[in-house]
């Protein structure tokens, strides 16, 4: 294995760090190798004939030379990219430029390697009024990346439509096409009847890829590559671990035993994962796995049409802030959890530590230490700390965080979540209980369509004074 790949490690989930109340005995571990060797098999299976089409996305060239036309033809006088979308139409960009452009990005124009990047990724209206009145005379320099696979979401539609308008008062309708990409389905969807009313420059949103697994299509590179991000790097990444997800060896394959672990874990009681990048260029990335996962697991029916409500909850962390907002509760609360931590063993910047003050001998620990080896100890630390209240901890170790090991660790995670999906025997490309929502939502906005729905959601919406303190 070379030195530029992300390793798993699990030891301190077993029996043998944490007891065997709380931890998986070598047994245990070849049940779970029995039981989830065959579904990886199924899954290579399924994927050979075209039916997990997330998977080929590393492999299609098409797309990136896409993504790289369209920047060639924008050129260099964009300053700002926005961009409209939510869930898994906004996520992974913001993950991918946390994890791979520099922090003061957008704000220092030397760190910077193409236009500021915004994601809106709501509907606040303070934020993007305030977004509005800074851009000001920069709508001239600004792209807009409209994302939506449906075309139908209200968020996305009405962030658009805003925009729409701007630009017709501003520049007319010319100016729309110079402004604009729309990156939405190929053939259908509002966005997509829009796009080509309007004659828009369009991307598109592979057939058969839900949201949350299309980072790796144009909805995640187009951004990043505007903004400098190495999207070749990021699907080698994503193809060399295709190679280690695919393996039948269930001992060798970390996507099978990274999903195993889970479900053992859950089906123990333990149901909250907690996602915890001891890295802030990693932290965004928490937030993307947190979608990922709630959206992809959580089912109220099994394959069989069962009624099983199963679903872990993920919940993410920051190392260190949250050791001093949430340690105590994964220590000392309820033993309900497991803990996936992300290390960074090279960072590309580091700092030394200064000299101690006089008045203060007793900091002479940390003087000329690198910043770097104190947040690696203190991962270290809290290991030990859970290890010691027999929690069970994983890690996903990067080398170094860049844009191939950024593709490695979503296509790791993309894989685990097909296999936990397996394993739960539910459906992890649907998301049928986030409709309803999608629904009240044109309901209450008026859709003309939606009164029924109006009626059902009355007793909801209205306030009832005698419950009002
Ligand atoms: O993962 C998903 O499918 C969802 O989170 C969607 O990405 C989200 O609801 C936005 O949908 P759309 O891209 O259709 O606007």
Same mark, same amino acid.
């Given at each position: 294995m070379g030195y530029s790949e992300i390793r798993f490690y699990y030891k301190n989930v077993t029996a043998g760090v944490i007891g065997d109340e709380n931890g998986i005995s070598s047994e245990q571990f070849g049940n779970?190798?029995?039981?989830?060797?065959?579904?990886?098999?199924?899954?290579?299976?399924?994927?050979?004939?075209?039916?997990?089409?997330?998977r080929d996305l590393p492999f299609n060239t098409k797309i990136s030379q896409k993504v790289k036309e369209l920047i060639t033809q924008i050129g260099s006088g964009c300053e700002n990219l926005v961009v409209l979308g939510i869930g898994g139409s %906004?996520?992974?960009? @913001?993950?991918? #430029?946390?994890?791979?452009?520099?922090?003061?990005?957008?704000?220092?124009?030397?760190?910077?390697?193409?236009?500021?990047?915004?994601?809106?990724?709501?509907?606040?209206?303070?934020?993007?009024?305030?977004?509005?009145?800074?851009?000001?005379?920069?709508?001239?320099?600004?792209?807009f990346n409209v994302i939506s696979?449906?075309?139908?979401?209200?968020?996305?539609? %009405?962030?658009?439509? @805003?925009?729409? #308008?701007?630009l017709l008062d501003r520049f007319g309708p010319e100016s729309l096409r110079e402004h604009i990409v729309a990156t939405t389905d190929a053939k259908q969807g509002t966005l997509r009847k829009i796009a080509d009313e309007l004659n828009l420059r369009c991307l598109e949103v592979p057939d058969g890829v839900g949201g949350r697994f299309s980072v790796l299509s144009a909805v995640g590179l187009f951004s990043a590559a505007m903004c400098g991000i190495d999207i070749d790097s990021l699907l080698a990444g994503?193809?060399?671990?295709?190679?280690?997800?695919?393996?039948?060896?269930?001992?060798?394959n970390p996507a099978a035993i990274n999903a195993a672990i889970?479900?053992?874990?859950?089906?123990?009681?333990?149901?909250?994962?907690?996602?915890m990048p001891y890295s802030y260029a990693l932290k965004d990335l928490a937030d993307w796995y947190r979608q990922l996962w709630a959206e992809s697991l959580s089912k109220k029916e099994d394959l069989a049409g069962h009624e099983v409500f199963i679903g872990p909850t993920p919940v993410k962390?920051?190392?260190?802030?949250?050791?001093?907002?949430?340690?105590?509760?994964?220590?000392?609360?309820?033993?309900?959890k497991l803990f996936t931590f992300l290390q960074v063993e090279n960072f590309d910047k580091d700092i030394k530590i200064g000299p101690a003050p006089d008045c203060a001998p007793e900091l002479e620990f940390l003087v000329d230490k690198n910043l770097s080896t104190l947040l690696n100890s203190e991962k270290t630390a809290t290991e030990y700390a859970l290890v010691e209240s027999k929690r069970p901890c994983l890690t996903v170790i990067f080398p170094r965080v860049d844009a191939y090991t950024v593709g490695q660790f979503i296509y790791l995670f993309e894989v685990t979540?097909?296999?936990?999906?397996?394993?739960?025997?539910?459906?992890?490309?649907g998301q049928p209980a986030v409709e309803l929502g999608k629904e009240a939502t044109f309901a209450l906005m008026g859709r003309p369509d939606y009164g029924d729905l109006v009626r059902?959601?009355?007793?909801?919406?209205?306030?009832?004074?005698?419950?009002?303190?």
């Open positions: 779970l190798a029995e039981r989830t060797s065959p579904l990886i098999s199924k899954l290579n299976d399924e994927r050979k004939k075209g039916k997990i089409p997330y %906004a996520l992974g960009n @913001i993950a991918l #430029q946390t994890a791979l452009s520099s922090y003061m990005y957008n704000t220092n124009g030397s760190q910077r390697a193409g236009p500021r990047l915004f994601v809106f990724d709501n509907v606040d209206p303070p934020q993007f009024v305030s977004f509005l009145e800074w851009l000001g005379d920069g709508f001239e320099k600004t792209i696979k449906s075309g139908r979401t209200s968020e996305t539609a %009405a962030q658009f439509m @805003i925009i729409h #308008q701007l994503a193809r060399d671990m295709d190679k280690r997800v695919s393996c039948e060896d269930f001992y060798k889970n479900y053992y874990f859950y089906n123990e009681g333990k149901r909250i994962s907690v996602m962390a920051l190392g260190t802030t949250d050791q001093h907002s949430q340690v105590q509760l994964y220590r000392e609360g309820p033993n309900d979540t097909s296999i936990a999906g397996a394993l739960f025997n539910v459906d992890p490309y059902q959601i009355q007793p909801i919406s209205e306030i009832d004074d005698n419950f009002l303190v």
